[in-house]
């Protein structure tokens, strides 16, 4: 019963903004490292911005640095991820992700991407954000 449920994608105009948000239920999301993901037709799935619940700092892939924010609000069980500056190339199906295990930041989402539906604890099922004028 316990899954993560993202939500906010659409289409927005390239430099546009969005805020995609994923609800947990059936857990504490606070007890989890979060992160975020993308896949985006015809390539391999890769780590956005990953969180550790008691970590100030996050790790961020180069591509999204200064314009992607992860955050959290762990009192809803949810978590957040802001776009700002999109770029057609941010077009991807996003996905939400909670893990127990204890690794870094950058660690969390290099496990994400190599390992998968096997390297997270519970996957959402993803959003679609489309960037085109």
């Known amino acids: 019963q316990a899954q993560l449920v993202e939500s906010g994608g659409g289409l927005v105009q390239p430099g546009g903004s969005l805020r995609l948000s994923c609800v947990a239920s059936?857990?504490?999301?606070?007890?989890?490292?979060v992160g975020w993901f993308r896949q985006a037709p015809g390539k391999a799935r890769e780590g956005i911005s990953c969180?550790?619940?008691?970590?100030?700092?996050?790790y961020y892939r180069d591509s999204v640095k200064g314009r992607f924010t992860i955050s959290r609000d762990n009192a809803k069980n949810m978590a957040y991820l802001t776009m700002n500056n999109l770029k057609p190339e941010d077009t991807a199906v996003y996905y939400c992700?909670?893990?127990?295990?204890?690794?870094?930041?950058?660690?969390?989402?290099?496990?994400?991407?190599?390992?998968?539906?096997?390297?997270?604890?519970?996957w959402g099922k993803g959003t679609l954000v489309t960037v085109s004028s």
């Open positions: 992700a909670a893990l127990a295990q204890k690794l870094g930041d950058q660690q969390m989402c290099v496990q994400g991407e190599r390992r998968g539906e096997s390297g997270m604890d519970f």
């Open positions: 059936g857990f504490i999301l606070r007890d989890y490292a």
């Open positions: 969180h550790e619940s008691s970590d100030i700092t996050a």
